[in-house]
Nanobody
Framework: QVQLVESGGGLVQPGGSLRLSCAAS????????MGWYRQAPGKQRGLVAT???????NYADSVKGRFTISRDNAKNTVYLQMNSLKPEDTGVYYC?????????WGQGTQVTVSS
């Protein structure tokens, strides 16, 4: 069984920064792609950023240049550094890992960008 625990969400003013973390535990030997997705109120969940096991990254156009995804393979943890936050970045952020042919999701962490 695999568990994902997210942390780092909260309330921040426009222009501020937050760093999200997602730690995976359980029967894990090698995680392939790790990523972050977000769901804004009234909208479908969408891609924010992904990172492969060798460090190749992919970002949604709306966050390029502001967000940085990284991972620590020794800790089975993925991070999302979010800078220059905007109100439209508000939503629930979910991490996802692809492991042995399955997707595993975290429980989500709320990010609210508001003055």
């Amino acid at each position: 069984q695999v568990q994902l625990v997210e942390s780092g969400g909260g309330l921040v003013q426009p222009g501020g920064s937050l760093r999200l973390s997602c730690a995976a535990s359980g029967r894990i030997f090698s995680i392939s792609t790790m990523g972050w997705y977000r769901q804004a109120p009234g909208k479908q969940r969408g891609l924010v950023a992904t990172i492969t096991s060798v460090g190749s990254t992919n970002y949604a156009d709306s966050v390029k240049g502001r967000f940085t995804i990284s991972r620590d393979n020794a800790k089975n943890t993925v991070y999302l550094q979010m800078n220059s936050l905007k109100p439209e970045d508000t939503g629930v952020y979910y991490c996802k890992i692809y492991l042995n042919g399955y997707d595993y999701w975290g429980q989500g962490t709320q990010v609210t960008v508001s003055s």
